[in-house]
């Protein structure tokens, strides 16, 4: 399977379309490979990715360069949602046009630590319903990966377990929460339950010596199924 990411850095951070496509190396014979690209122009909104143009490379300009599955289309944190409907709208009609399928995938939102409007769970509510309610609108799935992250860290999380999940900058995903991230988008691209995927023999390398554990990786490949289910109304696997 072939498929094209347009966003921001919340997808390159750690590689996220690598660590796509090794979840998908990891699965068992009969069950899809995913191939992924990258169209990401940091620091944008969907509305910047817009205006890069149709040149080679750019997010337009990719679109119909290729035969892909699904076109991936990622919103900034601080989107407006006047701006986010009417540009997401754009990028849906020119993928549809082109043939794949449109998937949203919705983040999680930066940590409180960017300012007063970012607090937890609020934040991530606020981004992740807006797409999921365009989605509906315009019956375009969305791997809701806000709400995956909740699962993940339960109903009271402490401020420490929160910030587990980012990077140092505590706006961009750490190795952890990209990996949720690249679980949830396996199983929205292929149909295939994550939690059936072997799990590292000795958990998962975050460098300078820290390790996903196994027991967390199931845990996260878990919340990534059950917010699957969610999006897709219990859908079943493939």
């Not at 347009?6 to 951070?13: A, D, M, P, R, T």
């Not at 587990?164 to 961009?172: F, I, M, V």
Request: proline share 6%; with cysteine; charged share 25%.
């Amino acid at each position: 399977m072939k498929v094209l990411v347009i966003g921001n850095s919340q997808i390159s951070s750690n590689d996220l379309p690598r660590l796509i496509e090794t979840l998908s190396e990891s699965a068992p014979e009969g069950i899809p490979r995913v191939a992924v690209a990258g169209a990401i122009v940091q620091g944008a909104s969907l509305r910047k990715c817009w205006e890069a143009g149709e040149g080679e490379g750019s997010p337009r300009g990719m679109i119909p360069a290729q035969e892909w599955d699904y076109v991936i289309v990622q919103e900034i944190f601080c989107a407006n949602k006047q701006e986010f409907e009417a540009y997401a709208t754009k990028f849906d009609h020119e993928i549809r046009k082109a043939g794949p399928r449109t998937l949203l995938f919705a983040t999680a939102n930066v940590s409180e630590s960017y300012g007063e409007g970012y607090a937890y769970p609020d934040s991530f509510k606020k981004l992740n319903d807006m797409q999921i309610a365009f989605g509906r609108k315009r019956k375009i799935p969305v791997a809701a990966a806000g709400y995956a992250w909740m699962k993940y860290l339960g109903p009271d999380p402490s401020e420490a377990q929160r910030l587990d999940l980012y990077a140092e900058d505590k706006g961009h995903p750490g190795v952890k929460g990209s990996h949720i991230y690249s679980c949830l988008l396996y199983a929205h691209i292929t149909g295939h339950n994550p939690q059936l995927l072997p799990l590292p023999e000795k958990g998962l390398d975050c460098g300078e010596g820290d390790l996903v554990t196994r027991q967390e990786l199931a845990r996260m490949r878990k919340a990534a199924w059950d917010q699957y289910r969610e999006d897709t109304g219990g859908e079943s696997a493939r």
